[in-house]
C-alpha cells in the first residue's frame, strides 16, 4: 500500500491553520436557535435593490431583489436631496457616475467641499426634482455589464420605493450619509424624514455616520416602528460629532446605545483579514455589541469583489461565516446580491457536516479540487474527499519509460514550474498536440517529473483572480497507482486523451497502463468501487468496453445544440454516458444566456447520464443570470436542465449545494428557482445588445466515428523502480 510522505512541518502547520479557519467559519449553525440579538433569522438588506446586475436605486434593480430574496427583505435607499428638497435614492453624493447627467445637462458641473475635501462634479443640490426626470439611471460600477444603461431608468424618490415596499413582510432602509453637506446648502434631510410621516410612508431603519444627526432625529421616530443605526466607516475615519476616529467609538459601545439600537460595520470589523487576504480570528464586536443590546448589522458583502482566500470564491461560504458559527450571529447582511443571504439564511444555515442529500446530482471533480490545491496533487485529492466529492478524476499522462500518472495536462507548462528548470531545454512544438510549444510528460522520465514543483491554476488572472496563493507551489504529484491507493473506497473518473499520438509516434499504450494499473490496485473485483473511463475519443471508449465492465464516459469537445439520432445511437455503442459543456445546456452572449437547448434531454431519453463542465466559483466564469453566485448556477443545471452530475473545480459548494433544506420543499422558493434562460438578455435595450452568437452546431455521425487506436510495437516500458507498480510487460 502506497503511503504519504511526512509534509514538512512548516506546510502542515500552514493547512492546519487554514484548515481550522475553514472549519470554524462554514461549522454548523443555528441548531439551537439563531445568535442574533432577538433569536430572529438575520435581516437581508437589499443594497439599492439589486444593485450587483442593473444601475443602483432603479426600478428593475429594486423589483429583482422583491422577485429572488426572502419574503422579509428590507430595500435600503441611500437618501440624497434635490434644489427643492425632495428626497430621491441614489447611491452617491454626486450624480455623474451612476447617471448620464453630463449628457443631459453638459458643461454644469460645479465645485462643492465635502468634509473639508474640495469636490467637483454633478451634484443633485443644483437641480430641482423636476430637472431630474431628464436624467437616467447607468451602472455606476466599471466591472458590472453596462448592458442596461440604455433603458432609460429614472431616478426614484423615496416614496416612489415606499410604494414597492409590502407591508408588514418587507422593510425600508433609509442611509442618510451627507447630512452636513445638505445643512450647508439650507437643506434639511431631518426635515424631510419628518415629512414622509405625513405621506404614510413607513421607514423601518434610518441609518447615519453621524452620530449628531441620529441624536436629532430620534424624538422624530417611535423605537418601536423605527430603528436607528449608526453606521461605521473606514476604523481611521474622522466621525464629525464626536472627532472621534470610528475605531476609537468602536470601544465605547455604551455611548452609542445612548442613540442607537444598532450598529452597521465593515465585514472586516468582524472577520478582519491579513495583507494577503487570508481570514484572522473573529474579533468579539457581535458578542460585545449584544451584551449592551445592539443590534449589529454587516456591510461589503459583495458577490464580484474578491473576498477571503478562505472562502474559495464561494459567496454563501462568506456570508455563512457572518450568521452561521458556534460563537455568533450578526442581525442583518446588506448586499448589492440579496439572493446570496436569503438562500444562505433560509437553505444552507444549519446544515451539518453529515447532512443528508437531497438530490443524487453527482459531484466528480475537476483535477480534485484544484481551486484550492495544484490539480492533481495529493493535497487536491484528499481535499476533494473531504469536501463530499463522489467522484475523483485522474487526467492520466504518460512519462517517456512508461510510467501513467495524474496531471492536468500533457502539457507541463500548464501545471508545474518546469520553465524555471534546466529541464526547460526539454520544450518543442508539436502540432498534432497542440498550437505552440510545450515540455510534454513523454519526454521526462517519471523520476524527473516527480521533481517538479506544481503550480496552481488561474484560469481567471487575466481578472486578477488568483487561486489560494499560499498553496500555489505545494503538493506532490501521483503515479496513477498512487492515485488509486489514496481514492482507496471513492468513486474514480480516469480520462484518457493523446492515445493514438502516444502509440503511434511514442510506442505508449495509456490504455494498456489503465487496464494493468486499475487491474492491480484491484478494481476489477466485485464490490470495488464504480470506474468511470472518459475520452473524448470514441476508439478509446471501445477498447475499455472490449476489456472491461467499467463506466464509459464520452465527453463532447465542441458545444452543441442538439445530436441526430444516429450520432446518438453510435454513441450508446462504446458509452454509457456523456459529457457536455455548459454552453451545450445554456448558449451564452456575451456572458448573458440565450436559450436553452434540449441536449440533455436527448442524451438522456437514449439511456445516457449526463454530465455538464466545468462549474467554478469565480464570478466571471458565470453568466449574469445567476448573480455571480456559484450557488444559482449549480441549482439552474440541477433543478432546471436536470443533469446527472457536475464537474468542478471547488466540490464543497456542490456537495453543499445538494444538502440544502430548500430542495426539500415541493414548491420552490423564489431564491431557489432555476433561472429563466433569456429573460435578463430581454431587458436590454436594442442599441445595447451583444451581438448574436452563431447557432451552435448539431452532433452528428461524423463527430463521433473514429479509426481505431493504432497499435504499439512490442512491450510498454515500465520500470521496477516506480512506486507501486510491478515490471511486468504489457502489449497492445
Keep these: 500500500m502506497w503511503q504519504f510522505m511526512a509534509l514538512p512541518c512548516e506546510l502542515a502547520l500552514l493547512i492546519l491553520q487554514y484548515s481550522l479557519l475553514v472549519a470554524l467559519v462554514s461549522s454548523s449553525g443555528p441548531g439551537t436557535g439563531w445568535k442574533t440579538l432577538q ?53 452617491e453624493l454626486k450624480l455623474d457616475n ?86 450647508q446648502q439650507n437643506l434639511s434631510v431631518e426635515n424631510f424624514l419628518r415629512s414622509l410621516s405625513t405621506k404614510r410612508v413607513s421607514v423601518n431603519y434610518i441609518s447615519s455616520p453621524d452620530a449628531d444627526f441620529l441624536k436629532r432625529v430620534r424624538s422624530n421616530f417611535s423605537p418601536r416602528t423605527t430603528s436607528l443605526i449608526f453606521r461605521f466607516l473606514e476604523q481611521y475615519k474622522i466621525e464629525p460629532a464626536t472627532k472621534q476616529t470610528y475605531g476609537a467609538l468602536l470601544k465605547n459601545l455604551t455611548f452609542i446605545r445612548t442613540f442607537a439600537s444598532g450598529i452597521l460595520v465593515p465585514k472586516g470589523y468582524i472577520w478582519p483579514v491579513d495583507s494577503d487576504l487570508y481570514l484572522q480570528p473573529h474579533t468579539s464586536l457581535v458578542s460585545d455589541a449584544h451584551k449592551q443590546g445592539l443590534q449589529v448589522f454587516v456591510s461589503e458583502l459583495v458577490n464580484d469583489v474578491p473576498f477571503s482566500y478562505n472562502f474559495s470564491y464561494d459567496p454563501q461560504a462568506e456570508c455563512l461565516s457572518f450568521i452561521d458559527n458556534n460563537a455568533f450571529s450578526v442581525d442583518g447582511v446588506l448586499s448589492d446580491f440579496p439572493v446570496t443571504p436569503s438562500a444562505a439564511i433560509n437553505c444552507f444555515s444549519g ?73 526547460k531545454s526539454r520544450e518543442t512544438t508539436i502540432p498534432e498536440i497542440k498550437y505552440g510549444s510545450g515540455i510534454y510528460t513523454f519526454s521526462l522520465k517519471w523520476n524527473e517529473i516527480k521533481t517538479l514543483t506544481p503550480s496552481i ?107 441526430v439520432d444516429s450520432a446518438i445511437e453510435d454513441i450508446k455503442t462504446f458509452a454509457d454516458s456523456v459529457v457536455v459543456r455548459k454552453a451545450s445546456v445554456f448558449p451564452e452572449t456575451s456572458a448573458f444566456l440565450v436559450n436553452s437547448t434540449n441536449t440533455v434531454a436527448r442524451l438522456q431519453s437514449f439511456n445516457l447520464s449526463v454530465y455538464v463542465e466545468t462549474f467554478s466559483n469565480e464570478f466571471v466564469s458565470q453568466a449574469w443570470d445567476y448573480y455571480s453566485d456559484a450557488f444559482v448556477e449549480i441549482n439552474s443545471f440541477v433543478l432546471g436542465a436536470k443533469v446527472n452530475g457536475i464537474i468542478t473545480d471547488f466540490p464543497k459548494t456542490a456537495d453543499r449545494y445538494r444538502k440544502n433544506k430548500c430542495l426539500k420543499h415541493g414548491k420552490k422558493v423564489s431564491y431557489m428557482s432555476p433561472v429563466e434562460p433569456g429573460k435578463l438578455l430581454k431587458q436590454v435595450t436594442k442599441p445595447y445588445l ?43
Design 351 to 423: 446544515l451539518r457536516e453529515n447532512a443528508k442529500k437531497q438530490v443524487e446530482t453527482l459531484v466528480i471533480t475537476k483535477y480534485g479540487a484544484s481551486g484550492d490545491y495544484p490539480a492533481c496533487t495529493d493535497l487536491a485529492y484528499k481535499q476533494a474527499k473531504s469536501d463530499g466529492a463522489d467522484v475523483l478524476d485522474c487526467p492520466v499522462q504518460m512519462s517517456s519509460d512508461g510510467i501513467p500518472f495524474c496531471l492536468s495536462s500533457i502539457d507541463l507548462l500548464e501545471s508545474t514550474t518546469v520553465a524555471t528548470t534546466k529541464l
Design 98 to 183: 451612476a447617471t448620464d447627467i453630463s449628457i443631459a445637462y453638459p458643461g454644469k458641473a460645479k465645485d462643492y467641499s465635502v468634509n473639508g475635501v474640495p469636490t467637483r462634479g454633478w451634484f443633485s443640490v443644483d437641480y430641482n426634482s423636476s430637472q431630474l426626470v431628464n436624467v437616467s439611471l447607468v451602472q455606476g460600477v466599471y466591472s458590472r455589464t453596462n448592458k442596461f444603461d440604455g433603458s432609460k431608468y429614472h431616478i426614484l424618490t423615496v416614496e416612489d420605493v415606499a410604494k414597492l415596499v409590502k407591508s408588514p413582510s418587507t422593510g425600508m432602509w433609509l442611509n442618510v450619509q451627507h447630512d452636513t453637506f445638505y445643512k
Design 457 to 563: 491554476l488561474n484560469p481567471y488572472e487575466k481578472y486578477t483572480l488568483y487561486r489560494n496563493p499560499k498553496f500555489k507551489n505545494q503538493g506532490k504529484f501521483l503515479t496513477l497507482s498512487d492515485f488509486l491507493s489514496l481514492t482507496n473506497g471513492t468513486r474514480v473518473l480516469i480520462s484518457i486523451e493523446n492515445a493514438a499520438y502516444l502509440a503511434e509516434k511514442r510506442n505508449l499504450s495509456v490504455t494498456n497502463a489503465v487496464l494493468d494499473a486499475l487491474h492491480k490496485a484491484g478494481y476489477h473485483k466485485p464490490g470495488s468501487p464504480k470506474v468511470m473511463i472518459q475520452s473524448t475519443h470514441s476508439s478509446v471508449l471501445k477498447i475499455f468496453k472490449d476489456k472491461s465492465k467499467y463506466e464509459r464516459v464520452y465527453k463532447v469537445d465542441e458545444n452543441i445544440r442538439d445530436a
Design 690 to 732: 451583444p451581438p448574436p452568437a452563431p447557432p451552435l452546431p448539431v452532433l452528428n455521425d461524423s463527430n463521433v466515428t473514429e479509426a481505431p487506436l493504432p497499435g504499439v510495437s512490442g512491450k510498454v516500458p515500465i520500470p521496477s523502480a516506480a512506486p507501486g507498480i510491478a515490471a511486468a510487460p504489457i502489449t497492445a
Design 39 to 91: 433569536g430572529s433569522p438575520p435581516l437581508v438588506i437589499a443594497r439599492g435593490g439589486f444593485s450587483g446586475i442593473f444601475p443602483d436605486s432603479s426600478l428593475p434593480s429594486y423589483s429583482l431583489a422583491l422577485n429572488t430574496s426572502g419574503p422579509n427583505v428590507t430595500l435600503w435607499c441611500d437618501v440624497q436631496l434635490t434644489k427643492d428638497g425632495v428626497g430621491i435614492c441614489f447611491p
